[in-house]
């Protein structure tokens, strides 16, 4: 099966009538969705922006979108530019599987309690050893991260892992999730994310929780950039938007 990548280069090929080649802010897994990746590429084409978005889009699959282009100066990577992420978990906390978005939410069947997953996750805000949390083949050369936050909101049946750092280590917000989702279950007690934390050790820390609830909402740029911004999403939780 060919990736979103392959899918929008071929696509913005077609626009361009020429090849095209694609730089990602951050490569996401099988089954994760994103609202808000950031991609950029060099060509000779000139075309209005306009056709950029709607070129691409008359191009691709209902389930991708290209929402905006802009030129941008040499110096623009959309990796390594990059100075901040941030990610949206969604659980939808229901004894009945949703018959809807089944592939779009993390059904959790379980009574989850909202402010014990809150004070858990108080925890991991700031700079840590996130050795914990990183799957065991990741390849990022330090586990050291700074998360800015990470919030617990509730919307209906929803509980959202609202997650914002300057960058993330492989599975690290799955791996936040199984363990925010067991201690909200009542299996754990909230302190246990301070004893997985210290431990630095993958072992300690739980299951990796399903990728289909987990989004990509934003990457954050230099000012200088003056990237277009757009709800932050997923589409169905635009209400969160701040």
């Known amino acids: 099966m060919p990736t979103v990548q392959e899918v929008l280069e071929k696509a913005l090929s077609e626009v361009a009538a020429e090849p095209v080649s694609l730089l990602c802010a951050g490569r996401t897994d099988a089954a994760v969705h994103a609202s808000g990746q950031v991609v950029h590429f060099d060509t000779t084409a000139e075309r209005p922006l306009k056709a950029w978005v709607m070129g691409a889009n008359a191009n691709l699959p209902g389930d991708i979108s290209v929402t905006w282009a802009k030129p941008m100066p040499a110096h623009f990577h959309a990796r390594f530019s990059a100075k901040a992420r941030r990610y949206r978990y969604v659980i939808y906390n229901d004894p009945i599987r949703p018959a809807h978005l089944a592939e779009e939410v993390t059904w959790n069947h379980r009574p989850l309690d909202a402010a014990r997953m809150r004070e858990a996750a108080q925890t991991l805000v700031g700079t ?20 800015h936050h990470l919030r617990v909101i509730e919307q209906g049946r929803f509980i959202v892992l609202d997650v914002r750092a300057n960058a993330f280590l492989h599975h690290m917000v799955r791996n936040i999730a199984g363990v925010l989702m067991t201690i909200g279950a009542g299996e754990r007690e909230p302190q246990w994310v301070a004893e997985i934390l210290a431990a630095r050790d993958r072992r300690s820390g739980g299951v990796t929780a399903h990728p289909y609830g987990l989004y990509l909402i934003q990457v954050e740029y230099p000012d200088e950039f003056s990237l277009p911004q757009r709800y932050l999403g997923p589409h169905f939780l635009s209400a969160l938007d701040d």
């Open 128 to 147: 840590h050893d996130f050795s914990s949390f990183r799957a065991l083949k990741c390849q990022a050369k330090s586990p050291i991260k700074t998360l």
